[in-house]
């Protein structure tokens, strides 16, 4: 089974791997860059789910020799003066797509004004948390929570769940 992820994220590429390793066998997940097509730092859940459908149509047409494509996009929801953050993870083979979102979580005020003043939320987490590079680590996730659940869990059960169609083929 050859799988290609729609970002050189190794977040991504493990959450991918360890997702699909939970139902099959897999023998190759390739990260390829792909553009998203969306902000950097999609800013709502309607973007967000844009910018993984992107990604999997994209690596599809750029990249045709995979058996699974999958595109994840993490983005932001705000609501008054508070922001949770989440990801949507869209699976794509043949005519066949599942789709998940990750549970979403409450981003402490400082990284929210940060975020406002126009930061992405990645670069957000370094300067308050004073990391370099934390999305392609732990994520938000793990620096709020000492690394209980880091990115790669958080986005592994999104994977596991965006394939629900493919194991239930005749439901879907």
Known sequence: MKIVVASENPVKIKAT???FSTYFEVNEVRGVSISSGVSDQPMSDEETLTGALNR????RKEFDDADFWVGIEGGISIS???IEAFAWVVVLS???????RTTSFQLPA???ELITDGYELGVANDILFKQEN???KTGAVGLLTNNKIN???LYKQAVELALV????PDLY
Do not use: I, M, W, Y
């Open 165 to 168: 169609p493919f194991l239930n």
């Open 134 to 136: 934390s999305k392609q």
């Open 110 to 112: 400082k990284v929210a």
């Open 94 to 100: 043949g005519e066949k797509t599942g789709r998940a």
């Open 80 to 82: 008054g003066k508070q």
């Open 151 to 153: 990115r790669t869990a």
């Open 17 to 19: 791997d360890s997702g």
């Open 56 to 59: 999997v149509e994209n690596a």
